[in-house]
Each structure stands twice: as structure tokens, then as C-alpha cells.
């Protein structure tokens, strides 16, 4: 287990050296992406329209944040993770796409979300569910917001984050899934339980 | 001041209770988890967990960014007044806290997927009614969070397989959910009554404090095996793995028709968000979760 703290935009061979378990910080600019964020971004790639942010290099934060508008600023009350597996339908195209290195979220995602980290160099990295304040206090300014239209949980909020974490990297570049491991560990875990309960499978 | 108004501010100063500060009970049993938890992740997320729950209080801040669907309990006692005035009231308190705490937007229109931006729409925030001898209106709210929402669950089992049939309905379910619902969760688990009446008394059961086993020696039983069955899946904090899947487990139950055994998971997450007041009939208000927070 070994504590990263990486700047963005972060490069490909950067991403590579992360594993399974590493604990990563980030510094720089993530971007909020939610399912109705996802959806219109892969159909302006489809439609060759640009983007009102570039992507490249930086993390996208599966999130919905709390928000409040002070004078003219915006303000992150709370910015916790929302469940990611509802994003494993467009993540591969995304990762693809935009060429975002981190993901970040809770629950994991699956194998198509993983084998798509290992082809184009990305990672999972998991924030506490619910660890809103922890990660609110990380943000540092909202640099801006687009696609409001969405409704504020499925806008994309632009942070400045210091030290973004920690992130437990759950999903990495070379096709290892933390989540994917726990399956199969609870799936043995099920036959002790139904003998334990003197059940039958 | 009349009772609209009373019920409009306790209502407020529960939601924002409930979302800033989680319940003593759950508190406890998180410390205790962080305590005995062995494996190395989940242990770093219960840290997480009570780091965040210390800032939530410091900052008075919503613990988590989903501040959940409203949904309030009123036990009405049977000689409170005007009644009728208190649904508006709930609603503009629901309204006034969206704007004021503030909360996450969260109610969404399934035609239009047009979000209203105060947290009301057709039945929300939802009321769940019981009308009760006297002249006290005890009122709960639940803000509950859309991840442990969309993993509970309701099945019509085999009634001759019995309680197993309900045993195996729960395990599975929590494997099923995995690292969804934010574990550790709080379980609640019913059965009987009518499909709808297993997931409204498994929800109900959510809001029973973790500390309290069920009076009846039997359903006690039952609690604790399926808590440490739930504890063997190895699912984890957050689904990293570990010994700490479920902080607690409630059982409910009503009876049933001969040819039907309807059952019921519902799952919290660990921000397990509660928080109830008792309004009398001179006007007083006793806050019984959140004694001092006001």
C-alpha cells in the first residue's frame, strides 16, 4: 500500500504506476459527472461537438454535490460520492473519449468499466459513501458549473481540489478490481452462512 | 402561536437535526465497528466515516451530500386540533430547510425527469399517518438516501419453506447489494400483512434505535442471527471487504393469508438520518433524539 499524491492534468505513465490498495490524493481540477451528465457528454463526442470543459488528464467525481450561492459564488456544502455502477453503461466510452485518468465514486464498477481503465490507463479510485464534509472541506473553489440545467445534481461541477482523498484505489490500470475480489470472497462466505443457518443453497 | 406555525418549525429543526447530526446510537455503534474492525480498507473507511461525522458537527453541515427523500411519521394523537393544517405545514418546512440548511434538491418528476428544486412534488415529502389515544403529535422525520433506497427490496416467498425462506430472502439481498447501499447498513426486515405492508413496517423498523433488540425473545433471536450472518458475507465498509456489513438488524412482522408469505428488506445506510420531536397540547416541544440541538 503505497500513498500517492498526484497533480492534474496526470499523464498516462503516472496513472500506470498506481495498484490495487494504493491510497491516492489529488490536487488540481475534478469535474462532477452524474448519469445525465455522462449521457449528454458521450452524445456531443457522438455529434463532434466539444466539451465546455476539456477532460483530458483530470478525474471525473461521480457526485451530486450540496451547493449554495453566496453573492455570485458558488459555494460545495457537500460533495460526497453517489453509487457508480449506474455509470458502468457509458464509462468505457468515456474513459475512451475524454481521456479522464481517475474515476471517482463508491460501490466499484464492473468489468467493462475495468477493462477499459486497463486499455486506456485509468483508475478507480473509492471516497467514502457519505464522507461529504471530508470531501467539501478538500474543495477549495468552484471553478464553475455547466449543463445547470440538468438540475444542481446532475450539473457538472467544476472543483479546485488540495489533496483530493483519500481515494482507495479499487479499480487499476492493469485489470485488477478490488470489488470484483470481495465477490468471489463472498460467494464462498454464502455456503458458510447457509450451513451456519441450516439452509439449503 | 397556532399549530401550523409550531409543526412548520419543529419540522424544520428536525430536518436540519437529522442531517447534521446522526443519532447517538448509531454514533456508538460506528466507534464500536472502527474498534473491531480487522481488515486494513474497511477500517480506513469507518475512519473516513468518523473524521466526517466530527466535521458534519463542527461545520453544521449535512453529513452527506444526498440529504435524501423527506419522509415524515406523525402519530397524531386522536385530540390534537386541526389536524388538516398539518400537511401544508410539513411541506413549507421541507421548502424552508431545502433553501436554508441547505439540502440537496431531490424530488424529480418520473414524466417530465424535471427536478422541482425544493424537495415537494406529488407525494412528497411523504407523510405516514397513525392516529394514537390523546393530545400529542409525535413527529419523525427519515431523510433517506437514494443508494441504500434502490437495494431494498420486497418478495412473496414460499409459505411452507417458513422463517428459512425469510432467512435466505435476507442474506441474499444483502449480497445482492454489495457495496450499494453504503454498508455498513442498518437492516429492516419484514414479513406478512400484503406485499405493501412488509417493506412499510421493514422501513418503519429502520427508525427503531440500534441498542434496542426487539422485547419479543424470539424475534431478538432472529435479529442477532441475521446480523451475524450478514457479518460473515465479508462485503465490508463500503464494500472493500471486512467484518462490518451491517451495524444492526430489526425484525417486524404482521400475520399473514395462508397461501401468501410476503417479506421485505429495507436498507439504511450508515448515515442512518432521524430525528423526532413530541409538540403538546399547551405548546411545549420535547425533542427526543436530538435533546440540545436545537
Request: glycine letters at 10%; hydrophobic letters at 40%.
Amino acid at each position: 500500500m503505497t500513498e500517492y499524491h498526484f497533480k492534474t492534468p496526470i499523464s498516462e505513465e503516472d496513472i500506470r504506476k498506481l495498484k490495487v490498495n494504493d491510497v491516492l490524493y489529488i490536487t488540481g481540477t475534478i469535474v462532477t459527472a452524474r448519469d445525465q451528465a455522462h449521457r449528454r457528454a458521450l452524445e456531443y463526442f457522438k455529434e463532434g461537438k466539444q466539451l465546455p470543459v476539456n477532460l483530458e488528464g483530470l478525474a471525473v467525481f461521480h457526485c451530486g454535490p450540496v451547493v449554495s450561492k453566496e453573492g455570485d459564488k458558488w459555494v460545495a456544502v457537500a460533495a460526497g460520492p453517489t453509487t457508480s455502477t449506474r455509470m458502468d453503461i457509458f464509462e468505457d466510452e468515456f474513459i475512451k473519449n475524454f481521456k479522464v485518468r481517475v474515476v471517482i465514486g463508491k460501490g466499484g464498477m464492473g468489468k467493462r468499466t475495468t477493462d477499459a481503465m486497463a486499455k486506456y490507463g485509468a483508475v478507480y479510485g473509492a471516497f467514502t459513501g457519505g464522507a461529504a464534509i471530508l470531501a467539501a472541506k478538500a474543495i477549495k473553489k468552484v471553478k464553475g458549473v455547466e449543463w445547470l440545467d440538468l438540475g444542481t445534481p446532475e450539473a457538472l461541477w467544476i472543483f479546485e481540489v488540495e489533496d483530493f482523498g483519500p481515494l482507495a484505489v479499487a479499480i487499476d490500470s492493469h485489470g485488477n478490481n478490488i470489488f470484483m475480489d470481495v465477490a468471489k470472497n463472498v460467494e464462498e462466505n454464502r455456503k458458510k452462512i447457509y450451513q451456519k443457518l441450516g439452509l439449503q443453497i | 402561536m397556532e399549530i401550523a406555525n409550531v409543526v412548520e418549525n419543529v419540522a424544520f429543526n428536525l430536518i436540519k437535526q437529522a442531517v447534521i447530526y446522526l443519532p447517538e446510537d448509531v454514533k456508538q455503534a460506528l466507534k464500536k465497528a472502527y474498534a473491531e474492525e480487522t481488515s486494513a480498507a474497511g477500517k480506513t473507511q469507518l475512519k473516513a466515516i468518523l473524521d466526517n461525522i466530527e466535521l458534519a458537527e463542527k461545520y453544521k453541515a449535512p453529513i452527506c451530500q444526498d440529504t435524501g427523500t423527506i419522509i415524515f411519521y406523525a402519530n397524531a394523537g386522536a385530540d390534537v386540533k386541526h389536524l388538516d393544517k398539518i400537511e401544508n405545514a410539513l411541506i413549507n418546512a421541507t421548502r424552508k430547510a431545502t433553501k436554508e440548511v441547505p439540502l440537496r434538491p431531490n424530488a424529480v418528476d418520473p414524466f417530465t425527469q424535471k427536478n422541482s428544486g425544493d424537495n415537494t412534488g406529488r407525494f412528497i415529502p411523504y407523510i405516514n399517518w397513525d392516529i394514537v389515544p390523546g393530545d400529542t403529535l409525535e413527529l419523525t422525520v427519515m431523510t433517506k438516501g437514494g443508494g441504500s433506497e434502490n437495494v431494498c427490496t420486497t418478495g412473496m416467498l414460499v409459505p411452507g419453506e417458513g422463517i428459512n425462506g425469510l432467512k435466505k430472502f435476507v442474506i441474499e439481498a444483502v449480497i445482492k447489494a454489495g457495496s450499494q447501499p453504503c454498508p455498513p447498513t442498518i437492516l429492516g426486515v419484514a414479513m406478512g400483512g400484503g406485499s405493501d405492508i412488509a417493506i412499510k413496517l421493514a422501513k418503519k423498523a429502520l427508525l427503531k434505535p440500534l441498542n434496542e433488540p426487539n422485547p419479543n425473545p424470539e424475534i431478538a433471536k432472529l435479529e442477532k442471527e441475521l446480523y451475524e450472518a450478514a457479518n460473515m458475507t465479508g462485503i465490508g465498509p463500503m464494500g472493500l471487504g471486512g467484518k462490518t456489513t451491517v451495524l444492526g438488524v430489526h425484525v417486524e412482522y404482521a400475520f399473514r393469508h395462508p397461501a401468501s408469505f410476503p417479506a421485505a428488506v429495507a436498507f439504511n445506510c450508515w448515515a442512518a438520518r432521524r430525528a423526532t420531536a413530541r409538540i403538546h397540547a399547551d405548546g411545549t416541544v420535547e425533542y427526543v433524539t436530538h435533546k440540545g440541538r436545537v
